[in-house]
């Protein structure tokens, strides 16, 4: 359900997920953190996955890591939305029971208006039958209450008609009004690259370590990445 008041007060936590390590989950946070800081955009991350804290490795000034499985941890979140308008939140796989736990405990939902909070889910999914588990989990417990959007990993194919053929999909669609994008895919020797010496998207275009070539190539990935984000900007920015 979109949230129309325009408001300049308006806040917003954006969830990344997937329901099992390798989707692309943290490669999508770290687009959209890229995305966000090439567009001056204030905003603070969190990395929640106790195991592959991938975010905060790419990005450590702007992201704060939580255990998930520590009791309270995830209130940071709730404490930073007071002074930051936007959140982005790199969670761990099938973390959606932790979540509900601590929206339920905070009272998250019902506080959403008086905060003018919004938030999103963004499934980031490949064209694997099990990475649209997750999909019906959240939208069974937050229903219209949150917005919804679906990441196709290019990265991992391109044949998603599993998905696209699915009741799930038309649901989602229709009557929860998600969007969908694609994220393209970007040369498997790059991203080794940019993974063993810690490079963010943005430190691509000056590190020492990186080519020309690679430079070129993670440009265009940017580029391409940016004209999807920017279709459904209303769902990743207050």
């Keep these: 359900m979109q949230n129309l008041d325009t408001s300049p007060h308006n806040k917003r936590i954006v969830f990344v997920t997937g329901d099992k390590g390798g989707v692309g989950k943290s490669f999508t946070s770290r687009a959209i953190v890229q ?11 969190f ?5 592959n804290p991938n975010l905060e490795q790419f990005y450590p000034e702007i992201t704060t890591q ?15 939305i007071e002074t930051q308008p936007l959140l982005l939140v790199d969670c761990a796989a099938r973390s959606l ?6 929206f339920k405990d905070l009272g998250l939902i019902q506080e959403r ?18 990475c649209t588990v997750i999909m019906n989990d959240t939208l069974q417990r937050f229903g219209k209450e949150a917005d919804y959007l679906v990441v196709k990993n290019y990265g ?28 393209p895919s970007l040369l498997e020797r790059t991203v080794v690259h940019l993974d063993s010496h810690d490079i963010g998207f943005g430190d691509a275009m000056k590190h020492p370590d990186v080519t020309v070539a690679d ?12 004209a999807q984000l920017n279709a459904v900007k209303s769902l990743l920015i207050p």
């Excluded at 029971?97 to 601590?102: I, Q, R, S, T, V």
């Excluded at 430079?215 to 990445?225: A, D, I, K, P, T």
């Design 113 to 130: 208006g008086q905060l003018r909070l919004s938030f999103t889910f963004v499934f980031v999914i490949t064209p694997d039958k099990s």
């Design 66 to 80: 939580l255990d998930i499985q520590k009791p309270g941890a995830l209130d940071q979140i709730r404490n930073e």
């Design 97 to 102: 029971w932790e979540l509900d736990a601590w």
């Design 156 to 183: 991992k194919g391109k044949n998603f008609s599993i998905y696209e053929e699915s009741k799930l999909r038309t649901s989602l669609l229709k009557q929860y009004q998600g969007q969908e994008i694609a994220l």
């Design 47 to 51: 990395d929640i996955d106790p195991v």
């Design 215 to 226: 430079r070129s190539r993670v440009r265009g990935f940017l580029e391409q990445s940016y």
């Design 35 to 45: 995305y966000y800081l090439d567009l001056n955009q204030p905003f603070r991350a």
